[in-house]
T-cell receptor, first 118, second 113 residues
């Protein structure tokens, strides 16, 4: 079955450590995104990538880094420079199928990773 | 830049009632897509309904329907015969071609028994 997978579901980080959150999709989607969600809040865009080997900063990129070496994968590294990393992180992917009349344009999410600093 | 606005932070209705969630957006594009996502306490983002901007007909999915007003840049979600399981955060989102997926701030909907 096609889908988007985030791992791990829960992650604990000691202060000063870098950690990497995994996001993999087998939907053949071109675009991938990372969002941060704090309790009771909306989604804030960290980074996004439209094609392999290219990505753009979102609204809150400081303290985070990404790579897009493969179409299927978009890992997010939370660096020690991120002062308040405890949050819920969501990965998404999308494709705009305008050439098919747009009928199959879609955007889906992974199940999320809860990161806690201990 | 595209923006999406949800002006209702919280809403509450009784079970079986109909409720409408509001969403407005700003864009200069003519072809784009709009989505409503549901986020229950599990925090999984679930696609509720999708609308293509070039279609005049409003999308429907069982008890969920939208009122898409392209000229007014409005995209509201109507939930009919609301159920306790509809309790969740609801997010409106915009997607266009190579642009980023943009979300509104969310509306917390509570269905009361």
């Amino acid at each position: 079955d096609g889908g988007i997978t985030q791992s791990p579901k829960y992650l604990f980080r000691k202060e000063g450590q870098n950690v990497t959150l995994s996001c993999e999709q087998n939907l053949n989607h071109d675009a991938m995104y990372w969002y941060r969600q704090d309790p009771g809040q909306g989604l804030r865009l960290i980074y996004y990538s439209q094609i392999v080997n290219d990505f753009q900063k979102g609204d809150i990129a400081e303290g985070y880094s990404v790579s897009r070496e493969k179409k299927e994968s978009f890992p997010l590294t939370v660096t020690s420079a991120q002062k308040n990393p405890t949050a819920f992180y969501l990965c998404a992917s999308s494709i705009d199928r305008m050439w098919t009349g747009g009928q199959n344009t879609e955007a889906f999410f992974g199940q999320g990773t809860r990161l806690t600093v201990v | 830049a595209q923006t999406v606005t949800q002006s209702q932070p919280e809403m509450s209705v009784q079970e079986a009632e109909t409720v409408t969630l509001s969403c407005t957006y700003d864009t200069s594009e003519s072809n784009y897509y709009l989505f409503w996502y549901k986020q229950p306490p599990s925090r999984q983002m679930i696609l509720v309904i999708r609308q293509e901007a070039y279609k005049q007909q409003n999308a429907t999915e069982n008890r969920f329907s939208v009122n898409f007003q392209k000229a007014a840049k409005s995209f509201s979600l109507k939930i009919s015969d609301s159920q306790l399981g509809d309790t969740a955060m609801y997010f409106c989102a915009y997607l266009q071609g190579a642009q980023k997926l943009v979300f509104g701030q969310g509306t917390r909907l509570t269905i009361n028994p």
